[in-house]
């Protein structure tokens, strides 16, 4: 889901919608079935996640730690969208929203790919602040 958050905001930030739109076909049908869903889904698929995966000692270490550091980024995508939108239009459309939303945009493409990457190559992604909150939400006993 994180990678599918920043991808939307890649796309504006970037400019990139006229590049993208020969992709499309890629994202639009699960970005589109997302959109059609009712809108206490994404809290029933938080909680059932987090209670389901991350606090179930029966799944191993390793895929609890990456499911939750994946709720923990896009949780933190949504909170600077939910915080910039309060700011004044002239702020938040003008040149310097422009530039805030690339450079936001560009730091969390590449988290998230890195994230990505360990989890692919079986390592612990090491990403300052979100891995210390990982770990706390993971009980070991």
Partial sequence: ?????????????????????????LTYPFLG??????SWFLMAYFFVAYLGVVRRKEWP?????????????????????????????????????MHFWTAVAFAYLFTVLECIRCALAGMY???????DAA???IPYD
């Fill in 1 to 25: 889901m994180p990678l599918h958050e920043t991808w939307m905001y890649a796309e504006t930030a970037y400019h990139l919608h006229p590049f993208l739109e020969d992709f499309e076909f």
């Fill in 33 to 38: 079935a997302i959109g059609r869903l009712p």
């Fill in 61 to 97: 270490h390793f895929f609890r730690f990456h499911v939750v550091m994946g709720m923990l980024l896009e949780i933190a995508l949504q909170v600077i969208g939910t915080v910039s939108r309060w700011m004044p239009l002239a702020v938040y459309w003008g040149k310097l929203g």
């Fill in 125 to 131: 992604a090491d990403v300052p602040f979100a891995c």
């Fill in 135 to 137: 770990y706390i939400q």
